[in-house]
């Protein structure tokens, strides 16, 4: 059974960090692409960033931009969310995702269907 875990998620103060996991079973994920996304309450659902497997190529959202690396280590078959500097509006629950395919592009990213989701894990920022 394909399936993705997402771990990490808390309760953490403004200016704080976490890394999310994003653990995958049923399938290698080292050949496929790993989206992140959040979903913070009342608003939609939005990109974080995305890993690719061809050559790790990454896309972060504007509000991702210089605080969080996304990364994968294929020997524990999980991609990983680095989230530093925390403010308050990254308050959200964070899912990870997967086309199936090596490579996402920006249009898949941002209005495709994506096959497969974890669960979620909720990142709480606050004093």
């Known amino acids: 059974q394909v399936q993705l875990v997402e771990s990490g998620g808390g309760l953490v103060q403004p200016g704080g960090s976490l890394r999310l996991s994003c653990a995958a079973s049923?399938?290698?994920?080292?050949?496929?692409?790993i989206a992140w996304f959040r979903q913070a309450p009342g608003k939609e659902r939005e990109v974080v960033s995305c890993i690719n497997s061809s050559d790790d190529s990454t896309y972060y959202a504007d509000s991702a931009q210089g605080r969080f690396t996304i990364s994968r280590n294929n020997a524990k078959n999980t991609v990983y969310l680095q989230m530093n500097s925390l403010k308050p509006e990254d308050t959200a629950v964070y899912y990870c995702a997967t086309d199936m395919t090596r490579d996402m592009s920006i249009a898949t990213l941002f209005f495709g269907n994506l096959e497969v989701w974890g669960q979620g894990t909720l990142v709480t920022v606050s004093s």
């Open positions: 049923g399938f290698s994920l080292e050949y496929f692409a």
